[in-house]
C-alpha cells in the first residue's frame, strides 16, 4: 500500500508541474570568450559551443553545447543565432544563461548577451 502510495505522490507531482521533458534546475550564467561552434540539428533547435567548452550548468556532466529554449521558429533563437553568429566571427564575449536540462542532458539556454572586450 505504501508503494503505490508513493507512486500517485510522484504521479500528482509530474501532472501538476507540467512535465515537458526538461529537467529543473538553478539558473547558471557565466562569461565566456566567444562562440566557437553553431550548430542546427535535425531537431530545429539551436546549438552554440564556447572557447574552452561549458562546465556541467547543472546537468550532471561538461557540455560541448547548449540547447535553445525554442526551436529557430521563434524570433528569440533567430536573434540568439544572429548574436552567437556576430560572437564566432568577431570573437566577441558572449554571456550564456541556462536553467534546465533537455532529455539527453544539453543545457538549455534561456538568455544571451554579446559584450565588446573590456
Known sequence: MRGVLIVLVVVMLVVAGGYTGVASATP????YPYVSKVHIKGDSYLYINVNGNFG????????FY??????????QTKAWMQMAMASFLSQS???VQTDGCSVDGVPIMINMQLQDAP
Open 56 to 63: 556541467d550548468h547543472g546537468c550532471g556532466r561538461t557540455s
Open 28 to 31: 547558471v550564467g557565466t562569461l
Open 93 to 95: 564575449l558572449i554571456f
Open 66 to 75: 547548449v540547447r535553445s529554449k525554442d526551436t529557430l521558429a521563434t524570433d
